[in-house]
Each structure stands twice: as structure tokens, then as C-alpha cells.
């Protein structure tokens, strides 16, 4: 699993050691947040024998074919699945470094994916977003709408990953699933997503700054829906399929807001500013097909989930 000390990946490596797997992780604890968050989200597992890290940058092809090969030792046993997870993640941080996400985005995955195609496994998950539905104009979005109208860096380069996904899985028969994460949360999220970032913003009396007039909205999806989507996924194997992965209702923004505050009992201070290049005016999943193919059925409700991340946030204060 590459991108596995992050808040996705470390929530779902706990999962699949508790059903009897063993994981190999590699991930480059790079800084675009504190390298400490993740290095945390991992110390847990490092005595496990059934868990192995390996630092570094899936950009080197030659570290990714060296992984590839070790896996082969008759002491750990071949790779049976991918799950590409790592990213250089966000919108905006995008528009400053659209070379960076280039690199890591489209170049990284293709490492894996060559790493893949010539000493296996067959089977492929790849982390993707909802952002490749840019402006799509209808809701909610479905995985069979016209995605032409990306309008960030980061939305484009994974849409490419769909792509070159759907490419090896054509010329060499990898079993792919693609997955359009929608806006993740829960404990552990990373700090500069809106939730995490509004909650430490009121718990310190600070005042929020929402950009456009707080009815943009958003499909949140508690991390625990997302960790069972993804396993559902790599349990099915697919030849290739796209799947949205999402909470299947829209929250306003300056509802959200008010829901945190209510949760931690203050009364938001909120400062308004002009909408952002390459933010998009709702995300929305359709995931009926998920439902028919993977029994993805969300399970936390945006209050519910908000009580439990307030909940994990307060403690972690103490």
C-alpha cells in the first residue's frame, strides 16, 4: 500500500490486519503537514510482524522495482494488491505547484503501475477523487458523466491516474477499481481539510473565513464508510470499474460551520470572502453502483459523524 501513514490508508491498514492480512507500506512522510501526525498514525503497528514500512518516494522508479522484487522473499510471500493511495493532495495547494502534483499524481503512479504489470500482482485499487467531476453541471454525479471540465491541477492529474489505470488494464489485464473518494473525514483527517480546520479555528475562538457566501456544498464521507468501500473494492477485483465512494448527501458550508460550533458549544465568528479559483460549487455522489457491485451502503450521517470527530478531537486536546 503506498500512502498508508496517512489518514486514509493508516485507518484502512487497521482494518485489514484486523481481518489477518499483511500490509507492506511505503510512504515518504513529506511535509505538506506534520510529518509527526503521520509517523503517530503508524507507530502502532511498527512490532507487528504481519506490518512493514519502507520510507520513500514512489517518483523513484528504481526504489518501487526494488520493493517489487523483495516481495518475491519466500520469508514475506508476493504481493497479492496494490492499493495506491499516495498523493500529493488538495485543490489550491495545486494551483502553486501544478509541476509537483505532475510528478507525484501521474509519475508515481505510473511506477506502480509498470512495477505492477511486470512482476504482478493483477490487482490494482487506486485512490482517486471526486474533484474529476470539476463543473459537471448535473447532480449527483455518476460515474458515466462526460468528466472534460477539470478545473485544478490536482483534479487533472487524477483523472489521468483513472486513465493510465484503464490503460493497463486494457494492453495487460490488471484488475483495476478506481475510487472517487468524496471529501473524507473522522478522526485523524489531515489538519488543513475544512472539518479538522473549522474545529481548531472555533475551539480556539478564532474567526472562520469561508470563501463565497457559505452555500457552496459538499458530500462529506466518514472515514469508516470509505475504509469498507475500499475493502469491498479490493475483495470484488473487477476487471476495471470506476466507483463513487461518498456520504450520498450534500451539506451547506455555512450549515457545517454551525453544526461544529453547536457540537463544541460556541458561536462561529465567521468572515466572508470571494469564492477561490478551483474550488466547485457542490460535490455530490451517486453511489448506486457502488451499492450493486460493492454493497456500499454509507453509515454515519454527517451529525453523527461530526459528533464523533469533535468527540476524537477533544480527547486528543487532553
Known amino acids: 500500500m503506498t500512502g498508508g501513514a496517512g489518514f486514509i490508508g493508516s485507518n484502512l491498514i487497521r482494518r485489514l490486519l484486523s481481518r489477518g492480512e499483511r500490509i507492506t507500506v511505503l510512504d515518504d512522510f513529506n511535509d ?3 510529518p509527526a501526525r503521520k509517523r503517530a498514525n503508524v507507530a502502532p ?30 520469508g514475506w510471500g508476493g504481493f497479492d494488491a496494490v492499493i495506491h493511495l499516495a498523493a500529493r493532495a488538495g485543490v489550491r495547494p495545486s494551483l502553486s505547484e501544478p509541476i509537483l502534483y505532475e510528478e507525484v499524481n501521474c509519475i508515481g503512479t ?3 503501475l509498470e512495477a505492477a504489470r511486470r512482476r504482478g500482482p493483477e490487482v490494482f485499487v487506486f485512490g482517486s477523487s471526486s474533484s474529476v467531476y470539476g463543473i459537471n453541471p448535473k447532480v449527483p454525479f ?3 458523466d462526460p468528466i472534460d471540465m477539470p478545473i485544478s491541477p490536482y483534479a487533472t492529474t487524477k483523472r489521468t491516474g483513472e486513465l493510465m489505470c484503464f490503460n493497463y488494464h486494457h494492453l495487460y489485464g490488471l484488475k483495476t477499481s478506481c475510487l472517487r473518494f468524496f471529501t473524507v473525514y473522522g478522526p485523524s483527517q489531515r489538519p488543513e481539510m475544512a472539518i479538522h ?12 473565513t469561508l470563501f463565497g457566501n457559505g452555500d457552496s456544498r459538499r458530500d462529506y464521507t466518514y472515514i469508516d464508510d470509505i475504509v469498507s468501500g475500499i475493502i ?5 477485483a473487477p476487471g476495471f470499474e470506476i466507483f ?15 453544526w461544529l460550533g453547536s457540537e463544541l458549544a460556541v458561536e462561529p465568528r465567521i468572515k466572508y470572502l470571494p469564492d477561490q479559483p478551483g474550488d466547485v460549487p457542490i460535490t455530490y455522489a451517486d453511489v448506486s453502483k457502488a451499492g450493486t457491485l460493492l454493497g456500499y451502503s454509507p453509515q454515519v450521517p454527517i451529525r453523527e459523524g461530526l459528533r464523533r470527530f469533535v468527540a476524537w478531537y477533544q480527547s486528543e486536546r487532553t
Open 142 to 144: 455518476s460515474e458515466d
Open 197 to 208: 480546520k473549522f474545529t481548531n479555528l472555533l475551539a480556539q475562538g478564532e474567526v472562520i
Open 110 to 112: 505510473l511506477n506502480l
Open 32 to 34: 505538506f503537514y506534520d
Open 244 to 258: 463513487n465512494l461518498g456520504g450520498a448527501e450534500t451539506t451547506r458550508l455555512g450549515d457545517l460551520v454551525q
Open 232 to 236: 469491498a473494492a479490493l475483495d470484488l
Open 45 to 74: 503497528m511498527l512490532d507487528r510482524d504481519d506490518y512493514r514500512l519502507v520510507e520513500g518516494d514512489i517518483r523513484d522508479a528504481n526504489l518501487v522495482d526494488r520493493l517489487f522484487d523483495a516481495s518475491q522473499n519466500p
